[in-house]
């Protein structure tokens, strides 16, 4: 056999090699505070955090120092932040190691303390609004408790129709010419889908709706995709929840862990079955949370003071609320508040889509309108 002749160390791996410290040193200056697992991998928060779209994990975001230093995540959302992120990482840990014995100025040092401190109060007080989150669930959803037959009769617009009709109803909340996407998930992306762009009044002559799903935004005039640079304005915010329920929220949560454990061999599948029995979520279950959603919503309108323009019975767990989009600040407080709370933040972006009233789903109910509310903007 031949042996393959070993690569001469890079200036990296003998630099790593004699200084793995000047590293940390230098990826905490970057980063902030960093866990660490081993001397060249640890966890930091991410640098693109505050774009996270589904709740944050203490894993989540490694760096790893050995060869070509780099940061991953695990959100995508954040991919940009990231890369700015490694350029950085890695700019500084080559210039530190170019330059033997490399320090951070007195005055880089002052910068990076209040950063970090900066950091860490923002930190804390996100934690406790999550944890007051979670607390404040229980009083809203006896406090602003609506039944779905009071969301029904509070409509301002009447909705005694047919159900299948409801999308053109639910339509006009959008100005006539306003370029909107309905379609599948998937119909999106190619120059085959300029179909699923349409104005809100060519969507509204079609007797049936054209497909599931809607985005709360305006698209630009010739868009073939949802992508969020083909946005012109997002009028709204769509406010949904899977798990507002406590107890369904238990259910999905132990259900995922048994179906974890199964894929992972540590549970065989004959108690895998008889567990997933027992957390089998039942049409109480889901009557449950819908009217939770509608808690939460009813909380939005008259507790938070957002204007209500739209609630969509999804034909299955959960209900939306359509509002007029409320100020950044306030969403980015939502967007904390969104575990507690048991929301899902991914709706809060324009470009997600939605279900839209009238279809009828493949449980042949139909996703319907239980409210809504064509009046002036407020
Ligand atoms: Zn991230």
Redesign the pocket.
């Known amino acids: 056999m031949i042996k393959t002749l070993r690569q001469a160390p890079t200036r990296e791996d003998r630099s790593a090699a004699l200084n793995p410290s000047l590293r940390q040193h230098v990826a905490e200056f970057v980063l902030g505070p960093i866990n660490w697992a081993a001397e060249d991998q640890g966890y930091c928060r ?1 640098p ?2 505050h774009l ?1 779209t589904s709740s944050d994990g203490r894993r ?2 490694a760096v790893f120092l050995s060869g070509a230093p780099t940061i991953k ?1 695990l ?1 995508t959302s ?1 991919a940009a932040a ?1 890369e700015n992120a490694n350029r950085q990482l890695r700019s500084d840990i080559g210039r530190a190691e170019r330059s033997d014995g490399w320090t951070p100025t007195p005055q880089e040092m002052r910068h990076t303390k209040a950063a970090i401190g900066q950091r860490r109060t923002a930190e804390a007080s996100k934690a406790l609004l999550a944890v007051k989150a979670n607390q404040a669930r229980t009083k809203i959803l006896e406090r602003f408790a609506w039944a779905e037959v009071d969301a029904w009769e509070a409509s301002p617009v009447r909705l005694d129709g047919r159900p299948e009709d409801d999308h053109r109803l639910f339509l006009r909340i959008f100005p006539d010419d306003a370029v909107i996407w309905i379609g599948e998930r998937h119909q999106s992306g190619k120059p085959e889908h300029t179909a699923n762009f349409q104005t809100a009044r060519q969507w509204s002559q079609s007797p049936k709706p054209a497909g599931p799903l809607v985005c709360p935004a305006v698209f630009k005039n010739g868009a073939v995709s949802r992508s969020a640079d083909n946005v012109i304005t997002a009028p709204f915010l769509v406010v949904e929840g899977d798990a507002v329920d406590p107890d369904l929220h238990e259910k999905l949560t132990k259900t995922a862990a048994i179906k974890q454990d199964l894929a992972a061999g540590r549970m065989a599948e004959a108690e895998a079955q008889i567990l997933s029995q027992q957390y089998e979520v039942n049409d109480e279950d889901r009557r449950r949370n819908r009217e939770g959603c509608l808690a939460i919503i009813r909380w939005l309108s008259e507790g938070c003071g957002l204007t209500l323009r739209a609630v969509v019975d999804a034909g299955n767990k959960s209900c939306h609320g359509w509002f007029d989009r409320p100020p950044e600040a306030f969403l980015g407080e939502l967007v904390t508040m969104a575990s507690g709370l048991g929301l899902d933040p991914a709706t809060f972006r324009p470009s997600q889509p939605v279900r839209l009233p009238g279809w009828k789903r493949e449980t042949d109910r139909h996703q319907r309108l239980l409210y809504l509310n064509w009046g002036t903007k407020q």
């Open positions: 991410c693109g955090q996270h989540d975001c995540c959100h954040c990231v």
